[in-house]
């Protein structure tokens, strides 16, 4: 399976950087986390890393060339394992639409027999467990 990593918003509102170096060539075999360039905006020099696990089949853009938030990167081919194959089938991949700056990629939606894992976000400390010491209201004078 194919992946096309794009230039992600890298904060600060800017919307396109320049390559300064790439760190991996066509059919090297890459790790997520991995760094796959150096980026340079107005506001900073950073290495971009790899998303996922895989091999390069293609690099976007020279060294020098100007890169805008959203336009492809790279081109990722993904090898999933048997036992991740069962799961890859069913997370359907959707593409994202907001309005302004936000992130750049993509959501997966999980399928009837998929799990996703909860977190406490939105939870309040009572559900929890946790308690909380009830605030005093003063009177005005």
Same mark, same amino acid.
Request: overall charge negative; proline content about 4%; aromatic content about 4%.
């Given at each position: 399976?194919?992946? $096309?990593? +794009?230039?992600?918003?890298? &904060? ?7 390559? $300064?170096?790439?760190? =991996?060539? +066509? ?24 998303? /996922? ?15 805008? =938030?959203? !336009? ?5 081919? $993904?090898?999933?394992? !048997? ?6 089938? !069913?997370? /359907? ?10 992130? =750049? ?5 999980? &399928?009837?027999? $998929?799990?996703?894992?909860?977190? +406490?976000?939105?939870? !309040? ?7 909380? /010491?009830?605030? +005093? ?5």
């Amino acid at each position: 399976m194919r992946y $096309i990593f +794009k230039f992600p918003d890298i &904060g600060e509102g800017l919307d396109e950087g320049r390559i $300064i170096e790439w760190h =991996v060539e +066509k059919g090297g075999r890459v790790k997520m986390g991995d760094p796959l360039c150096t980026m340079e905006t107005d506001k900073v020099v950073t290495a971009i890393p790899s998303p /996922k696990d895989g091999i390069i089949v293609a690099k976007f853009g020279k060294p020098g060339e100007t890169i805008h =938030v959203g !336009s492809a990167l790279v081109e990722i081919e $993904i090898e999933a394992d !048997s036992s991740e194959k069962g799961a890859a089938d !069913s997370v /359907k991949t959707e593409a994202v639409e907001e309005e302004g700056a936000g992130v =750049v990629g993509t959501l997966e939606v999980a &399928g009837n027999n $998929i799990v996703l894992s909860a977190s +406490k976000e939105g939870v !309040s400390a009572t559900e929890t467990g946790v308690s909380k /010491k009830q605030a +005093k209201v003063l009177p005005l004078l």
